[in-house]
């Protein structure tokens, strides 16, 4: 019994990072329509950006606000610099990101070097909580606690604000958005750089549980993909609880079934892209 419950609070506290690292994605995708391959070397950058500025006294929250603000930085970059000259180009922009995440990998080797960092649990949320008369760590019960704030924050955001109201317009009618003074560009500048924080933010969150190391950016892109694919880009709701459902299937297939641990995971994905293409929660294609 208690395995059950142990695995069920690990998949829970791993959808809640898949959710900080996935809406990002969902929120660059569904709205931008760029498929950012990139995203899993934020995630990355993050973490091994939050080393650093550890190592240089900063403490860990601070760290992961300024890291995910460095990440955001690079995103938007990225995104002014090269992504807007490939506007509508999805083929280009698929290999301009790969190619990108392929050089953020070597300069984070050259700069990090190979060896794997592990990032301090932060001090206030050290130790084990009490449930079901099983102790868990309170770390992980908090990141859960972190990716619903912020899946609440987000929603607000884009359904509650007048930024989220013009993000709407430009999205779903850019000339028309353009020709009230809305600047469209500036919006998507600020939609890619708010994912790019995303994905550095849960870098970091996640460096007490996972480590630093290298291609860990390539372990997680798949998995937000999946989270994107099964939950539908562009939704929130989509991506919470696709995250909290891989969440799951990865937790529970690497224990019972692990040598078919791609399978479980990857088999919903390829289901839901024959039965309903748009995922659980996405709008179909006009």
């Keep these: 019994m208690s395995l059950w419950v142990v695995l069920a609070v690990n998949s829970i506290t791993f959808g809640g990072l898949l959710f900080l690292l996935s809406a990002g994605f969902s929120l660059i995708f569904g709205l931008m329509k760029i498929p950012n391959l ?28 300024v890291g995910g603000l460095l990440v955001a930085a690079f995103g938007g970059v ?10 509508g180009a999805e083929l280009a922009q698929v290999l ?27 001090a206030g949320l050290r130790g084990a909580t009490s449930m079901l008369g099983l102790g868990f760590p309170t770390y992980r019960l908090a990141i859960s606690l972190i990716a619903v704030v912020f899946a609440a924050a987000l929603w607000a955001l884009l359904d509650r604000t007048r930024l989220g109201a013009m993000i709407r317009a430009g999205v779903d009618d850019p000339a028309m ?61 989509g991506s919470l609880v696709g995250s909290f459902v891989v969440g799951f299937l990865y937790n529970f297939g690497q224990a019972m079934f692990p040598e078919l641990a791609y399978v479980v995971l ?21």
Excluded: K
């Design 177 to 237: 958005a353009r020709v009230v003074g809305i600047r469209v560009s500036r919006l998507f500048t600020i939609v890619f750089c708010l994912g790019a924080w995303l994905a550095g933010f849960a870098g970091v969150i996640g460096g007490p549980i996972l480590s630093v190391y290298p291609g860990l950016d390539q372990e997680m892109l798949p998995l937000a993909l999946v989270v994107v694919i099964l939950g539908g880009s562009g939704s929130l709701l």
């Design 96 to 122: 301009v990101t790969l190619g990108l995440s392929f050089m953020v990998a070597d300069v984070c080797l050259m700069v990090w070097t190979g060896d794997p960092i592990r990032i301090d649990t932060p």
């Design 38 to 65: 990139t995203h899993g070397s934020f995630f990355m950058l993050g973490a091994y950006f939050a080393t650093s500025l550890i190592a240089r006294g900063f403490n860990f929250w601070a760290a992961a606000l």
């Design 78 to 87: 990225i995104e002014r610099f090269i992504l807007r000259r490939l506007a």
């Design 266 to 286: 990857f088999l919903p994905m390829l289901i839901v892209l024959v039965v309903r293409p748009q995922g659980l929660f996405g709008r179909p294609a006009l």
